[in-house]
């Protein structure tokens, strides 16, 4: 079944890690994206991409990096994590299905600094 | 600049009302308009899509209608249940952007 896919579900890691997490695709899309969203506030664009070595940054200032070298796959990197970067990231694409242009979110990665 | 608002913030309904969800744009220049439910620390599902071309979208117990020209939506659920509770998000599409409301949550109370 065509889907997207996020791991870790859950992180908690110490300050000054090095975290990546991962977003994969299986409906072929070119575009895909990257939101942060804190508990009862919108979602906010911090990394997107039209296709593979595409990749733009989005409205909200992010300390981290994302690739594409795949079009399934575009995983979010955090060189050093900090307390601030606690939040849900939520990973999506979007493409035509035949019918309608649409967005498809995967399940998010909850990850808490300490 | 394209804002979308999204009315009430919060609502909470006895259960089997039907209830309406609303969301505004300022600028009707749309490709299509997305209605999304969010759980508790969850992802986001898609509910209903509407191109700029469509009125309104049907599935289920739901039912989102689209006017372009005064830059509204709303998502009517019919005979709610508890299992409905959820944060409703509305998102337009400009361009290849997707800009998104706050969302209003919903309390369906048994």
């Known amino acids: 079944e065509a889907d997207i896919y996020q791991t870790p579900r859950y992180l908690v890691i110490g300050t000054g890690k090095k975290i990546t997490l991962e977003c994969s695709q299986t409906?072929?899309?070119?575009?895909m994206y990257w939101y942060q969203q804190d508990p009862g506030m919108e979602l906010h664009l911090i990394h997107y991409?039209?296709?593979?070595?595409?990749?733009e940054k989005g409205d909200l200032s992010s300390e981290s990096t994302v690739s594409r070298i795949r079009t399934e796959h575009f995983p979010l990197t955090l060189e050093s994590a900090r307390p601030s970067h606690t939040s849900q990231y939520l990973c999506?694409?979007?493409?035509?299905?035949?019918?309608?242009?649409?967005?498809?979110f995967g399940s998010g990665t909850r990850l808490t600094v300490v | 600049k394209q804002e979308v608002t999204q009315i009430p913030a919060a609502l909470s309904v006895p259960e089997g009302e039907n209830l309406v969800l609303n969301c505004s744009f300022t600028?009707?220049?749309?490709?299509?308009l997305q209605w999304f439910r969010q759980d508790p620390g969850k992802g986001l599902t898609s509910l209903l899509l509407?191109?700029?071309s469509q009125r309104e979208q049907t599935s289920g117990r739901l039912n989102a209608s689209l006017d372009k020209s005064s830059g509204r939506s709303t998502l009517y659920i019919a005979a709610s249940q508890p299992g409905d509770s959820a944060t409703y998000l509305c998102?337009?599409?400009?361009?290849?952007?997707?800009?998104w409301g706050a969302g209003t949550k919903l309390i369906i109370k048994p």
């Open positions: 509407i191109q700029s």
């Open positions: 998102a337009v599409r400009s361009n290849y952007q997707l800009i």
């Open positions: 600028d009707s220049a749309i490709y299509n």
């Open positions: 999506a694409s979007s493409g035509w299905d035949g019918l309608n242009y649409g967005y498809t």
């Open positions: 991409s039209y296709g593979v070595n595409s990749t």
């Open positions: 409906m072929g899309h070119d575009k």
